[in-house]
């Protein structure tokens, strides 16, 4: 079965600086990845997929991350913090036989501090 | 259009209850998930409907939890004799397909049990 490891449940950066979010995930076919947020106080909302086309992926927000298939990893990053990313970031994985459920992993909480 | 739409948004019942949460999917929406997000676990996946396939129930923590959909639209999580372990946001989510589609996300129940 499939399943996601987020490093750090809680990431804290100054406001300008770089932005990375570590997944890494266990698939034992090719996976779909997702990253999801959470701002406070709303519902989850996708911020980026891959599904086997570009390696490198660009989501909303200035957000983009990596899929590197030899580190089974799938990396969050962003050149410059806002103080409006503040949110609970969600890695996710799914197999593309779409015979497994969209798994989650435990979430990092990025602070940004002014 | 409207979104995922759940209720109650918030339930408070005594240990031991049994407690309804009921979940309005985005209409033509076939795939239907529930997960349950408590601090620090992130979302754990609880069950999953596809069209009128055979619910993949392999997430449900216990024989006290319970879920059907009717129609293939709505859909009710039953937690029978509640306990203070159940006590979490239980979010459902929607998608037109399975494989890759992004999840569109209620806004959740929040559930505590005293």
């Known amino acids: 079965a499939q399943s996601v490891t987020q490093l750090g449940s809680h990431v804290s950066v100054s406001e300008g600086a770089l932005v990375l979010l570590r997944c890494n995930y266990s698939?034992?076919?090719?996976?779909?990845l997702f990253w999801y947020v959470q701002y406070p106080n709303q519902g989850l909302q996708l911020l980026l997929k891959?599904?086997?086309?570009?390696?490198l992926v660009k989501g909303i927000n200035g957000f983009e991350a990596e899929f590197k298939k030899s580190e089974t990893s799938f990396h969050l990053t962003k050149p410059s913090a806002h103080m409006s990313d503040a949110a609970e970031y969600f890695c996710?994985?799914?197999?593309?036989?779409?015979?497994?459920?969209?798994?989650f992993g435990k979430g990092t909480r990025l602070s940004v501090i002014a | 259009g409207a979104g995922v739409s759940q209720s109650p948004s918030n339930k408070v019942t005594e240990k031991g209850k049994d407690v309804e949460l009921r979940c309005d999917p985005i209409?033509?929406?076939?795939?239907l998930y529930w997960y349950r997000q408590s601090l620090g676990q992130g979302l754990e996946f609880l069950i999953y409907?596809?069209?009128?396939?055979?619910?993949?129930k392999s997430g449900l923590p216990s024989d006290r939890f319970s879920a059907e959909r009717t129609g293939g639209s709505v859909s009710t999580l039953t937690i029978q004799r509640t306990q203070q372990e159940d006590s979490a946001v239980y979010l459902c989510?929607?998608?037109?397909?399975?494989?890759?589609?992004?999840?569109?996300f209620g806004n959740g129940t929040r559930l505590t049990v005293t």
């Open positions: 989510a929607s998608s037109p397909t399975r494989i890759n589609s992004p999840l569109h």
């Open positions: 698939s034992s076919v090719p996976p779909y």
């Open positions: 891959y599904t086997s086309a570009a390696t």
């Open positions: 996710a994985v799914s197999e593309n036989s779409g015979n497994t459920p969209l798994v």
């Open positions: 209409s033509g929406h076939t795939a």
């Open positions: 409907f596809q069209g009128n396939s055979a619910p993949d």
